[in-house]
């Protein structure tokens, strides 16, 4: 079992920047592909970024690329999402994700835990 506690998020203007943390309980962290996804009221859960336990490759979605970045940090167990640039339309609850060990997907039904999500608005 893997709990995941997600810290940041709030109110931020447009262009501003936010960080989102979140803290994985467990020991196979390092194994793990770690992702964040949005979701608004009335939408289904779209994906954001995500970064595998193996190497460290990091995915995007095409509307956060240049302007999100992902990071882990084994020793601590984290994983954060830097947001920069930030638009009216990223405003979303944002849910961090773990995957089983060893597993690699970018879709919201191969990440098998989640957070209990963080508000994240950003006005115009």
């Known amino acids: 079992q893997v709990q995941l506690v997600e810290t940041g998020g709030g109110l931020v203007q447009a262009g501003g920047s936010l960080s989102l943390s979140c803290a994985a309980s467990?020991?196979?962290?390092?194994?793990?592909?770690m992702g964040w996804f949005r979701q608004v009221p009335g939408k289904e859960r779209e994906f954001v970024a995500a970064?595998?336990?193996?190497?460290?490759?990091?995915d995007y979605a095409d509307s956060v690329k240049g302007r999100f970045t992902i990071s882990r940090d084994p020793a601590k167990n984290t994983v954060h999402l830097q947001m920069d640039s930030l638009k009216p339309e990223d405003t979303a609850v944002y849910y961090c994700?773990?995957?089983?060990?060893?597993?690699?997907?970018?879709?919201?039904?191969?990440?098998?835990?989640w957070g209990q999500g963080t508000q994240v608005t950003v006005s115009s």
């Open positions: 970064v595998r336990g193996s190497g460290g490759r990091t």
């Open positions: 994700a773990a995957m089983p060990p060893d597993r690699f997907g970018l879709l919201y039904r191969d990440f098998l835990y």
């Open positions: 467990g020991r196979t962290f390092s194994r793990r592909t």
